[in-house]
């Protein structure tokens, strides 16, 4: 699925023209569908030390073909660059200097994955420096790659090796076609907590999921993606789009409930329908959202008020009644949807990003209060996803916004979907209280 614009400049005539303007040339992503391979070329394992090796060994069990040493013009699915153990930031340069001598050869749509350990907790300047470096380090090297190629990161909390079950999770993730619009992005790993799924194929088998604000957008296509993957679904969204609603239900073989989720009983409602109807509730996606922008300046109360109601106050509320039932409790799973707006801020947001902000807070001070049953939360932050609420953006505006990251074009909303079904999985259960960007690395703001 590409945009017109994509198209044009693929081939022929539109690919001279584009050449010779200096203007976006975007490709076809690589996403994935079942059956496909992880990657479609070798990987090459860049790094010394036990946790490169472990590594090498853990993608070679996984039946990719894995290289140490690069070969003369191997075309190459991905390099793995491990520095989980630089103390200095001249331990930097020979191993990332080395990979960067690979970077031509990477293939069309291929990933770069940095494996490294938290800056925060460093024991002495010089490590903390050698660890933060690797944070712009990588951010820069997913600037300059090309043609559907992504670069992504593993931060390593203290205590967590780079084989725990989480991190092999995210590399797999990050490795594969669900990351296509993720670029840029570290996602940390906080604990050795988590399970790898008996079937790659069928990660959420078993679970129960709600998800909010189904009926349409990105909530459709989190239903979709998690019906996928294995799970059972219970579809919630607004009574006035309840055939919609019931559309998706019969799509993906689950129960509709039609719900106003800012209703101060939104939480009972939803544990009482999961379990009536299926016994259990393992994974709830916060999804339902709304915008109603406006300058600060001209602001009102019923504008700001709605937002703040649907898009963290009736979370907040969801949550303590998860939180309190007692029926929430073996691994649970929460994802939430923040936006980039909510980081970087937008024009005419101020509400929105408010409550979206309120998002990424909520998520990080949730994340202590479902550790004991091996729960976790995390939010999911879009950039720009082609949805009815971006076609509506007025044309030069809207043209901007998809062209500006790192993949120069909009995402799909199941690329938004993908990243919720992985934090939604037990290979994810070691991930907990962060933020995932999908937004193909935003050039504007944060
Ligand atoms: P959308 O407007 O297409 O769909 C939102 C759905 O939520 C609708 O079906 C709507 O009926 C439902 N909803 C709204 N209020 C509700 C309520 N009170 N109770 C139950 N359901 C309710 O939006 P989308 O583009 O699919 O966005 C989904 C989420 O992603 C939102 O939280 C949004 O803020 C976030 N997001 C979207 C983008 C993007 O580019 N589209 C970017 C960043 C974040």
Not at 29 to 57: F, S
Not at 127 to 153: F, H, I, P, W, Y
Not at 358 to 369: N, S, Y
Request: proline share 4%; glycine share 12%; charged share 20%.
């Amino acid at each position: 699925m590409t945009d017109k614009y994509t198209q044009f400049v693929s081939q022929g005539l539109g690919r001279d023209i584009a050449k010779k303007l200096g203007l976006p040339q975007p490709v076809a992503l690589r996403r994935h569908k079942p059956g496909d391979p992880l990657l479609t070329g070798p990987v090459l394992v860049q790094g010394e030390g036990i946790g490169a090796d472990e590594l090498a060994a853990a993608l070679l069990a996984w039946g990719l073909d894995v290289r140490r040493n690069a070969l003369p013009k191997e075309k190459l699915g991905a390099i793995v660059l491990v520095l989980d153990a630089v103390e200095h930031p001249d331990d930097l340069g020979k191993p990332v200097l080395t990979a960067g001598a690979s970077l031509r050869d990477l293939a069309p749509n291929a990933r770069l994955v940095t494996v490294s350990r938290t800056a925060s907790s460093a024991a002495t300047p010089a490590v903390a420096a050698a660890r933060q470096g690797v944070d712009g380090l990588l951010r820069s090297v997913a600037k300059e790659l090309r043609a559907g190629a992504t670069a992504n990161g593993i931060v390593l909390a203290d205590g967590v090796e780079p084989t725990s079950p989480s991190a092999l999770g995210a590399l797999r993730f990050f490795l594969s076609g669900r990351s296509a619009f993720v670029d840029g992005q570290f996602l940390t790993v906080t604990s050795a907590g988590g399970a790898l799924p008996d079937d790659a194929e069928k990660p959420l088998a078993g679970k129960v999921a709600v998800v909010t604000g189904a009926a349409r957008g990105i909530g459709a296509a989190i239903a979709r993606t998690l019906y996928r993957d294995g799970a059972k679904l219970v579809v919630v969204d607004i009574p006035a789009a309840g055939d919609h609603l019931a559309e998706i239900a019969n799509e993906v073989h689950g129960t509709a409930l039609q719900l106003d989720i800012s209703r101060t009983n939104a939480g009972q409602r939803i544990i009482e329908h999961a379990m009536e109807r299926h016994g259990r509730l393992d994974i709830v996606i916060h999804n339902a959202g709304i915008t109603r922008d406006r300058l600060l300046a001209n602001m009102d109360e019923g504008r700001w008020n709605s937002v703040m109601a649907v898009n963290i106050a009736s979370q907040l509320r969801i949550n303590e009644a998860l939180l309190a039932s007692g029926r929430f409790n073996e691994k649970p799973r929460i994802v939430s949807l923040a936006s980039t707006s909510g980081i970087a801020g937008n024009r005419g947001q101020s509400n929105y990003a408010a409550s979206k902000g309120g998002v990424i807070g909520m998520v990080r001070a949730t994340a202590p209060l479902l550790a004991a049953g091996g729960g976790s939360i995390n939010a999911v932050a879009p950039g720009f996803i082609e949805t009815e609420m971006t076609a509506r953006i007025p044309f030069a505006t809207r043209e901007i916004a998809r062209r500006l990251n790192s993949l120069q074009q909009g995402g799909q909303p199941g690329d938004v979907a993908e990243a919720i079904a992985f934090l939604a999985s037990d290979a994810a259960g070691g991930i907990s209280g962060q933020v995932l960007r999908v937004c193909g690395q935003n050039l504007v703001g944060a």
